[in-house]
């Protein structure tokens, strides 16, 4: 039996209520926790930042589960324990000849619960880090364990799930073979006007901007390492004569490797070593998918303010992101690009930009990213996820007496 504890997410803005906390060693210890409790919740490494795995009754974690990583090489899947981190697993891929398409810009995330909240990497041709997942285990309100696989009726509603359907202890990801990579970081492209041929340049683009005024500060162009290697002037742009760290008096030295140095994907990909382990994030986080023909004029409306912007603003970075099926994804049925903020760390001050970010940002159908800070209305949220009706049936079958359910399941998903 867990026992009550002030534990927080890795940022600190949000202080879990929970009453019990528990930390199971085998899933039938987990199945046993779930079957008898009234309310509960699983929570990954905590990355966040709104309340999303809190709860009032029984919090679980799933890293105390015994860590598996089962490759599959005629079929090219891996199934992995919900408790793993995705810096856990890549290299053991890349050991056996196989990759993930994509990664977030922290390896240090729970592969759950990156999946669960619809979390994303980056590039015009690939998906929401959930689109690689072919099968979900999760137990169910009775306690009972099932799989869900792709191909099954209620599988797009299963995978962005906010852990509404159940406690998820394992996933199948499907593989392919591994590839290297190259990364460069360029400085200074101005304006707005070359923003879409920079993203779809390479396999990987993310974008860098402090809104101090119309142009991306960095462009972090990841490249596989069979093509040709990008000229030192680019869009107007010029390629850094060193390593670099997105946000500004930030030693790059935890970065991933830069300068055109070949590596494997999984150090390539995020933006961040794995051997930097962030202990605490001294920031808040934002994020909206528009739908990719709107960047343009996005950045337009954002730059009309970014003088209330930038004063809370760390940094802000422009991802692409592939359509996908998944009823609760940011990009469900449309390719997006994502525009991130990395706020100071004092809610107070931050949370009237973001809504003055939302009112710039509303008539491009911005969704937000569920882990992040965001202020948006059920009403608005209901209108961007057109297949939201079908989630909330989902859930009341799975879940008739809401067990899985928590404040802001309530909130936005109230069925």
């Known amino acids: 039996m867990g026992t009550a504890a002030t534990v927080t997410n890795w940022a600190g803005n949000i202080v879990f209520r929970a009453r019990r906390f528990h930390r199971p060693d085998s899933v039938a210890e987990l199945q046993e926790l779930v079957a008898g409790s009234e309310r509960i919740r699983a929570v ?55 990759a993930l398409p994509n990664l977030g810009s922290l390896p240090h995330i729970s592969i759950a619960g990156a999946c669960s909240t619809g979390t994303h990497g980056s590039g015009v041709g690939n998906g929401a880090l959930a689109t690689a997942v072919s099968a979900v285990e999760l137990v169910g309100a009775d306690g009972e364990l099932r799989t869900v696989r792709r191909g099954d009726v209620d599988f797009p509603g299963s995978v962005v799930a906010l852990g509404g359907l159940g406690i998820v202890t394992a996933l199948t990801l499907d593989l392919r073979p591994t590839f290297g990579m190259r990364q460069w970081v360029y400085e200074g492209l101005r304006g707005f006007d070359d923003v879409e041929e920079a993203l779809a340049s390479a396999y990987s683009v993310s974008l860098f901007t402090y809104w101090t005024g119309p142009e991306f500060d960095q462009v972090w162009v990841k490249q596989r390492d069979t093509e040709p290697e990008p000229p030192a002037r680019w869009l107007g742009a010029t390629r850094a004569d ?3 760290h997105m946000v500004r008096g930030v030693d790059p030295v935890h970065c991933t490797a830069q300068l055109g140095e070949p590596g494997p994907w999984h150090e390539r990909l995020p933006h961040f070593r794995l051997e930097f382990t962030p202990s605490s994030g001294d920031e808040l986080q934002s994020e909206y998918l528009i739908p990719r023909a709107a960047l343009v004029d996005a950045l337009h409306a954002l730059d009309r303010i970014r003088d209330t912007i930038a004063p809370v603003l760390q940094v802000c970075e422009v991802r692409s992101i592939a359509a996908d099926d998944l009823w609760l994804s940011l990009a469900h049925d449309r390719d997006s690009h994502a525009l991130h903020f990395t706020w100071i760390a004092d809610t107070n001050a931050v949370l009237p930009v973001v809504a003055a970010v939302e009112a710039a940002l509303e008539p491009f159908a911005a969704r937000p990213h569920w882990g992040k800070v965001f202020t948006t209305g059920p009403e608005a949220v209901r209108a961007l996820w057109p297949r939201l009706p079908d989630v909330e049936r989902l859930l009341r079958r799975h879940d008739p007496a809401g067990k899985f359910r928590n404040d802001m399941l309530d909130h936005y998903l109230p069925g």
Do not use: C, K
């Not at 009032?56 to 598996?68: E, F, K």
């Not at 408790?83 to 856990?88: F, M």
């Open 44 to 98: 990954g490494t905590g990355h966040s930042f709104s309340p999303i795995a809190d709860t009032t009754a029984d919090q679980v974690s799933l890293a105390g589960l015994p860590p598996i990583t089962a490759i599959d090489p005629d079929a090219a899947t891996v199934t992995v324990s919900a408790g793993l981190r995705y810096g856990e697993v890549t290299g053991l891929l890349h050991e056996a000849g196989f």
């Open 242 to 244: 060193g390593p670099r």
